[in-house]
């Protein structure tokens, strides 16, 4: 028995030992200003034309989000946005009501999984990547790289821990 456990700890702490943070970089190419929304990590920021905003997401994070807010008015950490508000907050830790267009993500394990959804409606065009994936675009409400409807096979997978990239009007 005590055997059996200390396999389990070697094997657990080898898998954590090999387990990193994929870095995300959020930029803004649209003519108007975004304020991008990150969950379960991440918050939130003010992006105005040609800002960038770089997120650490940790090895093992499922059903990661990134989304752009539009139409937001903010004052002492709380507001409103247009489009992908999140309860009134400026740091989210919840996710954004539509219409939304989603960077959707899993970190960690033997791959890593992402994909553009806009299930919960289209607000901003983005593009999607990761460093050793498929480059994902979505410019409007018709993108054919995006989840449309639960069904679509869509999702797709790069190194494990990969860096990503997440551009807003590209």
């Known amino acids: 028995m005590a055997a059996c456990s200390s396999v ?5 702490a080898a898998f954590v030992a090999g387990a990193s ?5 959020i930029t803004n190419r649209c003519s108007f200003t975004v304020w991008p929304a990150a969950t379960p990590v991440g ?3 003010q992006l105005s034309p040609g800002g960038t905003w770089t997120i650490t997401v940790p090895a093992g994070t499922q059903s990661g989000r990134v989304w752009g807010r539009t139409g ?10 247009t489009t992908g508000d999140c309860g009134g907050a400026f ?5 954004g009501q539509p219409p939304m267009t989603l960077a959707e993500f899993t970190i960690g ?3 890593d999984s992402y994909d553009i959804s806009v299930i919960d409606g289209f607000n901003v065009g983005m593009a999607f990547s990761c460093s050793t994936g498929v480059g994902l675009v979505c ?3 018709g993108c054919p790289d995006a989840y449309h409807q639960p069904p679509d096979r869509k999702t797709h997978t790069c190194a494990a821990n990969s860096d990503y990239q997440v551009t807003f009007c590209p």
């Open 8 to 12: 389990v700890f070697l094997l657990l």
């Open 21 to 25: 943070a994929a870095t995300f970089t």
């Open 43 to 45: 918050g939130g920021a």
């Open 72 to 81: 937001c008015s903010f004052s002492g950490g709380s507001g409103r946005c």
């Open 91 to 95: 740091s989210c830790t919840l996710s």
């Open 109 to 111: 394990g033997a791959m």
């Open 139 to 141: 410019r409007d409400a």
